[in-house]
């Protein structure tokens, strides 16, 4: 059974970085699916944030392109998504999705991880 875990959230100042990683188990051909990852923020609803595809082409949403940076290592099945310059309205919690599409789409997203909760002081 498919399994995601993120890992690498925390606490970070206006302006820092941080990356965080999310581990995928119980999968094989994991090179061929489209990987993704959304954020839900307190009171809001959960939002698309960064996708990559097979072969490593990217979308990201309006609010964190050329901030963020998604990746992927298919040798690890691990997805990686690093976050600089980040501002308080890049708290939320973190989740890593198996599917989405490259329009972020949540109703196409096959298996949510657990969350990793990215918390942004000004």
């Known amino acids: 059974q498919l399994h995601l875990v993120e890992s690498g959230g925390g606490s970070v100042q206006a302006g820092g970085s941080l990356k965080i990683s999310c581990a995928a188990s119980?999968?094989?051909?994991?090179?061929?699916?489209?990987m993704a990852w959304f954020r839900q923020a307190p009171g809001k609803e959960r939002e698309g944030v960064a996708g990559?595809?097979?072969?490593?082409?990217?979308t990201y949403a309006d609010s964190v392109k050329g901030r963020f940076t998604i990746s992927r290592d298919d040798a690890k099945n691990t997805l990686y998504l690093q976050m600089n310059s980040l501002k308080p309205e890049d708290t939320a919690m973190y989740y890593c999705a198996v599917g989405g599409g490259p329009r972020l789409r949540q109703e196409q997203v096959l298996t949510w991880g657990q969350g990793s909760q990215v918390t942004v002081s000004s």
């Open positions: 990559i595809d097979r072969f490593a082409a990217t």
């Open positions: 119980g999968v094989t051909h994991y090179h061929l699916y489209y």
